[in-house]
């Protein structure tokens, strides 16, 4: 089996993996590279993006837009696999951005002809036997793969974590659907990070944080399933009013009314009292209504509001009167001004003074090596990253680490 990186050695957005065996490709992810991030263009690749796709395939390991990004881009006749709810989730927001930015509409015709796989359930294309596992990241659905050949196999982490609320069951996971392989091609993000804050520990200071009363302003991304659910349930535990806006409780019900193994918990049920819409004019470019009642209600009862960067929740938090804690749960990068990823809008909206309550979607290197001593591989291959000399400088001595530029390959 060939291994080839076409883009992640040294950047994370964008990554592209080839898995090649007998005249088969498997190649994983094709996502867009990140805003402020190193550019290597548009990435062309022999029977991906062109050429015979008569043994091509594609897997997508979650919906974040490094991911799967630039999928619309690909001939039809490509077959892509990926998670159900995963799909689900993507499909709302590209029905949400269609008239911003045209390629969504490429991206939701694309999305109606992927192949859904299941977590626990392998399949075959070719030489290689596909296992998608489910791993905690801050995109719900998210997988890794354990991609297998009569010669050779590998586990091919995705995006994961440690610290999460549903990452309790990853040892098991991993004893019991992967087993003992060869290589790890392995996401290295987080590799000037020592150890995380967990979900959990987010969750309870957010609980005692609200248990004050209050107007609580929180901005993050809709797409963080664990962390909107996790602070639903901590305004709900602290009697507080939780408001998002029809797109993000359109992303909360899907996920409550899906039959994902991980909907079981309550975590991803809805308690006594569901999140609240706030009701928009559509006639009037979707601004909120702000009524005399709904401001009383709010003085009231306090409240949690989920907000985004744009005009309308600028609008709708100027007219909310009183005191006002506005919380950043994202990475502090997007604004800071400066940084590769600063977002100007958010910067504005979210104001210079606010509380950073926020843990990141990526494992840490002291959780990297529990899981590296789980499979105990021959190799790993870091991608997804931007230091890779730091990731072997960090491991090298227990595990070979494998480092490559762009299109670069290794036989196993």
């Known amino acids: 089996m060939n291994i080839k990186i076409h883009r992640g050695t040294h950047q994370i957005g964008g990554c592209v993996t080839e898995y090649e065996q007998d005249g088969w490709h498997l190649f994983v992810d094709y996502g867009e590279e990140l805003p402020g991030g190193p550019k290597t263009g548009d990435l062309q690749v022999e029977g991906l993006t062109h050429g015979d796709l008569?043994?091509?395939?594609?897997?997508?390991?979650?919906?974040?837009?490094?991911?799967?990004?630039?999928?619309?881009?690909?001939?039809?006749?490509?077959?892509?696999?990926?998670?159900?709810?995963?799909?689900?989730?993507?499909?709302?927001?590209?029905?949400?951005?269609?008239?911003?930015?045209?390629?969504?509409?490429?991206?939701?015709?694309?999305?109606?002809?992927?192949?859904?796989?299941?977590?626990?359930?392998?399949?075959?294309?070719?030489?290689?036997?596909?296992?998608?596992?489910?791993?905690?990241?801050?995109?719900?659905?998210?997988?890794?793969?354990?991609?297998?050949?009569?010669?050779?196999?590998v586990y091919h982490t995705g995006d994961f974590r440690m610290h999460g609320f549903r990452s309790s069951k990853m040892e098991k996971m991993l004893k019991m659907y992967i087993g003992k392989v060869d290589y790890v091609v392995c996401e290295a993000t987080n590799v000037s990070r020592p150890n995380a804050t967990t979900e959990s520990e987010l969750q309870r200071s957010f609980y005692h944080m609200f248990k004050n009363k209050g107007g609580y302003?929180?901005?993050?991304?809709?797409?963080?399933?664990?962390?909107?659910?996790?602070?639903?349930?901590?305004?709900?535990?602290?009697?507080?009013?939780?408001?998002?806006?029809?797109?993000?409780?359109?992303?909360?019900?899907?996920?409550?009314?899906?039959?994902s193994i991980w909907t079981k918990s309550e975590l991803y049920k809805y308690g006594k009292y569901k999140p609240i819409p706030l009701e928009c004019d559509k006639k009037n470019k979707g601004v909120f209504f702000v009524t005399d009642k709904f401001i009383d209600f709010l003085n009231l009862k306090g409240y949690v509001l989920i907000a985004r960067a744009n005009p309308r929740f600028d609008n709708l938090i100027e007219q909310i009167p009183g005191e006002k804690v506005k919380i950043l749960s994202m990475w502090k990068g997007y604004v800071k001004e400066g940084s590769p990823a600063y977002n100007k809008d958010l910067a504005k909206s979210v104001g210079e003074i606010f509380e950073l309550m926020h843990t990141s979607g990526h494992?840490?290197?002291?959780?990297?090596?529990?899981?590296?001593?789980?499979?105990n591989p021959k190799g790993v291959i870091p991608i997804h990253t931007e230091n890779p000399k730091q990731f072997a400088e960090e491991f090298g001595n227990e595990w070979q680490v494998h480092l490559f530029n762009d299109g670069e390959y290794i036989s196993i």
């Open 217 to 259: 302003i929180v901005y993050l991304s809709s797409t963080n399933i664990d962390r909107l659910f996790s602070l639903y349930h901590a305004a709900l535990d602290a009697h507080l009013p939780f408001y998002v806006d029809c797109y993000q409780k359109k992303v909360m019900d899907t996920i409550v009314n899906s039959d």
């Open 363 to 375: 494992i840490d290197m002291k959780d990297m090596r529990d899981f590296l001593s789980i499979l």
């Open 54 to 153: 008569s043994k091509s395939a594609l897997l997508i390991t979650h919906y974040h837009g490094d991911h799967i990004g630039n999928m619309h881009k690909l001939p039809k006749e490509l077959p892509i696999y990926m998670g159900g709810l995963g799909r689900d989730i993507q499909t709302i927001l590209s029905d949400r951005l269609k008239s911003i930015r045209p390629e969504h509409k490429e991206m939701l015709e694309r999305l109606k002809s992927v192949n859904i796989f299941k977590a626990g359930k392998s399949f075959d294309f070719g030489p290689f036997t596909i296992m998608p596992v489910t791993v905690d990241h801050s995109a719900f659905d998210a997988y890794a793969f354990r991609i297998s050949t009569s010669r050779a196999s």
